[in-house]
Structures are given as structure tokens and as C-alpha cells.
């Protein structure tokens, strides 16, 4: 099953908005996550070591996680996932197909 982890071992209930965008070559591409009220800010006991993308392939990493503050207190998190090559395209797309399905997720083309 597909999931996302901040903290390994620990996976996140909230279920993130995905914003892609791919360059016209198909050779690079980007996916924004955007997370509201992550479980990952309010278990304080563990550090946010990076975005953790976790399905029967294997693990996608990245390092890029921001925390989104309101009024000093933790709102919510932005992780960037950069995409260098057209397999990492259709790598990240397998991964996001299965936590899709996982988490009821639905696309829409804007």
C-alpha cells in the first residue's frame, strides 16, 4: 500500500493537495504537496527528516519540506519533489496512481 511519512516509521493521515507540472520536453517535472494540519506537526516527539513516498517499489525521497506557520502556530507543510528525468516522471506517477487509489484521491486537469 502507498503511503507518505515524514518521520520514517510514522505515516500521515492527512491526505495532502498535489499540484504537478511537467516541462513541454516531458523531460522534468515538479509536484507541490500541500498538507493542512499535518499529523506529523502535532506529534512532537519525532523530527521531520523529509517527505517519505513509500509503495511496493520502493521509497521516494525528498529533502525539500517547509512548515506553513499561522498566528506562531504550525499549520500545515509544503513539500517540493523535483523530477530530473522522464523514468522519475513515470516513477512518481506509479507511486501517486497507487496513493490515489489508497486514499480515494481524484485528478483534475486545470
Known sequence: MAKIQFSRGTDEDSVPEVRLTRSKSGSQGRATFIFENPKALTTSTEDITGMYMIDEEGEIITREVKAKFINGQPAGLEALY?????????????????????????FNKA
Open 82 to 106: 523535483l523530477m530530473k528525468s522522464a523514468e522519475e516522471w513515470e516513477r512518481f506517477m506509479r507511486f501517486m496512481e497507487r496513493y490515489s487509489e489508497a486514499k480515494g484521491l481524484g
